[in-house]
């Protein structure tokens, strides 16, 4: 069975290792300027245009290394977040020359595109790991191989921390009862993520209320229902066909009465596409209006996962995501990409199927997760 990841670490670690084949000796040299250079090695992109005094008319770019350059040129620098990027750059040392680093950076973006990464994210990390190689120079005390790994890490963490979210830290913030709406197509995980969430709350000293929103399936309700019951926690229900906002509706004004803390309300999910489900919740959402709306997406669905977020999010406007099934996703394509293109963050990343099985997602998870067993 395949794990977590699994697929993209091991093709990301054969990119990694044929670093030093790709960059021979022939694509490193010393700076001959520095004094220090007999000690250290470089890397370097090769006479880069000065700006000339009359503006002159570009070409547009055609090549994908112009296109790179163009880019590059347009993106400030990413920063160099990580301790061991700061260490191995320096004022002196080795520089990697342009030709062999594109070799190098088609490969990369080749296995990120097969891992089902989304597009303008794999542009977004090549030209990361581009910006991080070229025309710096590092401590010769490093393995090639240490410097592109390092590269290519810090890419992925520029790329990851666009978005974060604070799940426990916002909820400390909100007035009660906080109303969360978990929207999703069916099958995803998205009862079991509720159950799993109201479990962590409840932990945390938090009341918690369901609403079995999804009265579209009688399977559901009572779904809901065995869930609510092993977390040990209220839900509040009505008979198949009821009215969903009117389910959302009753479970506010139980938390209300009852000095509840936390109301999450589960929503029907046949098919993203389908209109009455988007007006079903619109409705939900403007009755009940949720302070935190929830898109919980199956990793493995991957690109899919992506735009039924967008769906959603155009209905609704989503605030965080939840990616289901994570321990069964090779690729990690989603989890790379989602927050990125959507421009809302990974709240939670749910691995398995118990009710702990739920971890607060952030670029340091990811990246341990990506480069487990190399050395930082
Ligand atoms: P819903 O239709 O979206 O509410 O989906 P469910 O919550 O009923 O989950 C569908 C199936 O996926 C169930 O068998 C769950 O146990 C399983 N499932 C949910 N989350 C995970 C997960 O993170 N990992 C694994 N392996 N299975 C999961």
Redesign the pocket.
Known sequence: MSCMFDSLKSKLKNVLNKSSSKLDSESIFEDREEKSAADEIKIEEPEEKTVPSEPEIEDKPVSRKEQLRAGKQKKPAPKETGPSAGKMVGDSGKKIKEDPLDDLLDELEVVLLESDVAYPVVQDIILGVRDNLVNKKYGRQYTLEQVVETAVRESVRNVLKVNEFDFDKWVDGQERPTVMMFV??????????IAKIAKRLKDNEKSVVIAACDTFRAG?IE?LSIHAERVGVKIVKQGQDADPSAVAFDAIEHARSKGKDIVLLDTA?RMQTNNNLIAEMKKIARISKPSLKIF?GDALAGNDAIEQAKVFDAAIGIDAIVL?????DAKGGAALSIAHTIGKPIAFV????GYE?LQVFDSEWMLERLFEGYEE
């Open positions: 999703g197509i069916n099958g995803t995980g998205k009862t079991t993520t559901a779904q999910g919980v289901t099934k994570i321990d069964t749910s691995d398995g199927q099985d």
